[in-house]
Structure formats: structure tokens, C-alpha cells
């Protein structure tokens, strides 16, 4: 799967030019997941790098497939500067190795939590999967082979992950647009709920 992730990291380079950082964390069970930071004038851009070498399979699926199903890696874009966001790194891998560790499948709607802040003093615990397409296209992959999506994660404070769960992600999403939410702001607060 080598040339799976060769062509990912091809793909983010020609998306956001070289990396100016990057790590890597193996998890017992897994392989290992690189994180990569991009620079783009004040915006960091942490992108994962291994997470699409395996599609993600269904939990309940008795038989898995070595070459179908989807194919994802995160993206998270935060304003640089006024955060020690380069500690999101672990926190980024854990949520790309959720799919090989616990059998989750990551798709845009889903929220995903780590139950500690994404970096420190981050008013953040969770994200919000988003719609890919945006900031990178869609890789596609020789057939039987799904494209890999590059998936934007959007930060949650606890009040919005708690009623994203009873509304829903697009009804969110409404409320950061209604209210101009800057959700690559690393300090901001949870957007207004109750109107």
C-alpha cells in the first residue's frame, strides 16, 4: 500500500506545497500514521498520511475487503500564532487510526470525540467530519479501488458537539454561517444556540 500513500502525499504536496513539519505515531494494532503541517500564509494546515493504506470496513461486516470500501485522510486548518496547536499532532493521528483500532468508519457528518482537548488549553475536544472536496480533491485510485477523500475536521466545543447530536450537522453548520463563526480560530467560543 506504499503507492497508495506516495500518491496521497503527492496530492497534499501539490494542494498546499511541501511539508514544513512533520511526525509520525504507530498505535499497537495499526500502522503507522504520519501527520504533516503546511504553512499557508497565517494558516497551519495539519494533514494525516496513512490512514487511506487500508479502506475502512464496516464493524459489523463479517468478511472485510482488502481493496473496496472507502478511503479517507483528515485535514485540520487552524489560524497560526495564537495557539500551541502543534500538539494536535497525536491527537490527529488517534482520530486517523480509529478505523484500524476500533473499527470506525470516518465519513462528513460524523462528529468524532477524544474526550481530552486537541491541543492544550483548546476549548476543543471534538470535530466534526465535513464535506470533502474543498481544500483537496479527491484521489482517485486504479479500480476495484475507492478514491481516497481528503476530509476537513471542523473543531466542536462540548455546548456545540452536545446539540449536533440532538439538530444535526447541517443544522450546525446553519448556525456558523447565520453567525460568521471563524472555525480556524483555535480560542473561539461555541457559537450562539439558543436563538
Not at 50 to 72: F, I, K
Amino acid at each position: 500500500m506504499a503507492d497508495v500513500l506516495a500518491l496521497v502525499e503527492a496530492r497534499l504536496h501539490a494542494a498546499f506545497g511541501e511539508p514544513d513539519a512533520r511526525a509520525a505515531v504507530t498505535f499497537l494494532g495499526a500502522e503507522r500514521i504520519e501527520v504533516l503541517r503546511f504553512t499557508d500564509g497565517d494558516l497551519l494546515r495539519y494533514a494525516t498520511l496513512g490512514m487511506s493504506a487500508q479502506p475502512m470496513n464496516d464493524p459489523l461486516a463479517t468478511v472485510t475487503d482488502a481493496e473496496r470500501g472507502p478511503r479517507a485522510e483528515l485535514l485540520l486548518s487552524v489560524r497560526a500564532g495564537a495557539a500551541d496547536t502543534d500538539k494536535v499532532l497525536r491527537p490527529l493521528a488517534v482520530l486517523a487510526a480509529s478505523p484500524q483500532v476500533e473499527g470506525v468508519v470516518v465519513a462528513p457528518g460524523n462528529s468524532l470525540d477524544l474526550g481530552d482537548p486537541l491541543w492544550p488549553g483548546a476549548p476543543f475536544s471534538a470535530v466534526l467530519v465535513a464535506e470533502p472536496g474543498g481544500l483537496v480533491p479527491d484521489l482517485p485510485l486504479d479500480a476495484p479501488m475507492d478514491p481516497v477523500r481528503f476530509l476537513p475536521l471542523l473543531p466542536l466545543t462540548p455546548n456545540e458537539a452536545a446539540w449536533k447530536r440532538v439538530h444535526g450537522a447541517p443544522a450546525l453548520h446553519d448556525r456558523w454561517l447565520t453567525h460568521g463563526t471563524d472555525l480556524r480560530d483555535p480560542h473561539r467560543g461555541s457559537v450562539r444556540l439558543d436563538d
